[in-house]
Nanobody
Framework: QVQLVESGGGLVQPGGSLTLSCLAT????????QSWYRQAPGKEREWVAT????????NYDDSVEGRFAISRDDDYNTGYLQMNNLQPEDTAVYFC?????WGQGTQVTVSS
């Protein structure tokens, strides 16, 4: 069965960096686009970035454009989100999504 497991979240200071990972199992990961979403407490889940199947076109929300970079390594069935110059407003649970399936999320907290 399809399973997505995020990792790499944590506590960082403003201006810091984190790289999130999404390990996919149970399907041919390389054949599907993979997205990242985030949800802060009391707010709606919002889209962050998407990478096309096999590393095709990448798209970002305006709020992270120029700071975040989405990538994937299909040999390891893993998607990545490199997050640079993190700001307090980036604080949220970050979720991996592939073909309508969600991971459980990983917490990112940006605070001094």
């Amino acid at each position: 069965q399809v399973q997505l497991v995020e990792s790499g979240g944590g506590l960082v200071q403003p201006g810091g960096s984190l790289t999130l990972s999404c390990l996919a199992t149970g399907f041919a990961f390389a054949n599907f686009p993979q997205s990242w979403y985030r949800q802060a407490p009391g707010k709606e889940r919002e889209w962050v970035a998407t990478i096309g199947e096999r590393g095709t076109v990448k798209n970002y929300d305006d709020s992270v454009e120029g700071r975040f970079a989405i990538s994937r390594d299909d040999d390891y069935n893993t998607g990545y989100l490199q997050m640079n110059n993190l700001q307090p407003e980036d604080t949220a649970v970050y979720f991996c999504r592939v073909m309508g399936y969600w991971g459980q999320g990983t917490q990112v907290t940006v605070s001094s």
